[in-house]
């Protein structure tokens, strides 16, 4: 799909990946619309990359927040063409620990965050793109989720947010089959440490630590490396139903 004059829209695009996702897709000519919650950086971002960009205040845990911000994107700009979603995140909590099992709410929580939450998501996304007319390929939109390469090979601790992540790459393919018929596109990006959040102050070797099992380069993914991918998925229409792992050929150790 071409993005001149497509509106896009970017949940989690104040910052990080989907910051940079948001900034190249609007360097091509999309209009973005931002989603992300109102005390981070989601209004000045659409300030700056101008083009009739727009910020919608959303917490994308509160389903009737995401539904009410996904309508008002449609009722500005008229349409929704692609979605990449990039919100979320993960504390690290093992099974058992010496306090005894991880509490149950826990592990819902993470779950809701990043599985429930995109796929919510999803479901309005995809409901707003069946309205557009198909372009010349027949199709009518695009959605990149994000997973992670903790969804193949989770580390200690990571049991809920592997779980969450792994959901999100499990939908890939029965979610393209459920819309291929309205022409729409799903795929799901896998990225590995990304500088990005906590790990944008990191020291140089503390990332050293952290990336030594990749193959090449040995560092930390970096937002725009993301962005690249979002945007050749978009425009590639061959790419549908699969997640495609961005770590440099690193697998996670056990810790």
């Known amino acids: 799909m071409d993005v001149v004059r497509k509106?896009?829209?970017?949940?989690?695009g104040g910052s990080g990946m989907g910051r940079a996702t948001a900034q190249t897709l609007a360097?091509?000519?999309?209009v973005v619309a931002i989603l992300d919650l109102p005390s981070g950086a989601g209004?000045?971002?659409?300030?700056a990359l101008g083009g009739g960009a727009t910020f919608h205040p959303c917490d994308i845990t509160d389903a009737e927040s995401a539904e009410a911000a996904l309508t008002a994107v449609v009722d500005t700009h008229g349409s929704l063409h692609v979605a990449v979603n990039t919100a979320g995140g993960g504390v690290s909590r093992r099974?058992?620990?010496?306090?005894?099992?991880?509490?149950?709410?826990?592990?819902?929580r993470l779950v809701e965050l990043n599985l429930v939450a995109t796929f919510n998501l999803n479901r309005l996304q995809a409901w707003h793109m069946s309205k557009n007319e198909p372009d010349e390929g027949?199709?009518?939109?695009?959605?990149?989720n994000t997973s992670s390469i903790?969804?193949?090979?989770?580390q200690i601790g990571q049991v809920a947010y592997s779980a969450a992540k792994a959901g999100i790459a499990g939908m890939s393919l029965t979610m393209a089959r459920d819309l291929g018929g309205l022409g729409i596109r799903v795929m799901t990006i896998a990225p590995s440490l990304f500088a990005t959040g906590l790990l944008k102050g990191a020291s140089p070797e503390v990332i050293a630590t952290l990336t030594k099992d990749a193959a090449f380069p040995k560092r930390a993914g970096l937002p725009e490396e993301f962005a690249w991918l979002a945007e050749a998925i978009v425009r590639n229409p061959m790419l549908n139903g699969q997640t495609i792992r961005l770590d440099g050929g690193q697998r996670f150790a056990p810790r």
């Open 7 to 12: 509106v896009v829209v970017v949940a989690g």
């Open 27 to 30: 360097g091509h000519g999309a």
């Open 43 to 47: 209004e000045k971002v659409a300030v």
């Open 95 to 108: 099974t058992i620990s010496k306090d005894g099992p991880m509490p149950l709410a826990d592990f819902r």
């Open 138 to 144: 027949g199709e009518r939109g695009v959605i990149v």
């Open 150 to 154: 903790a969804a193949f090979e989770g």
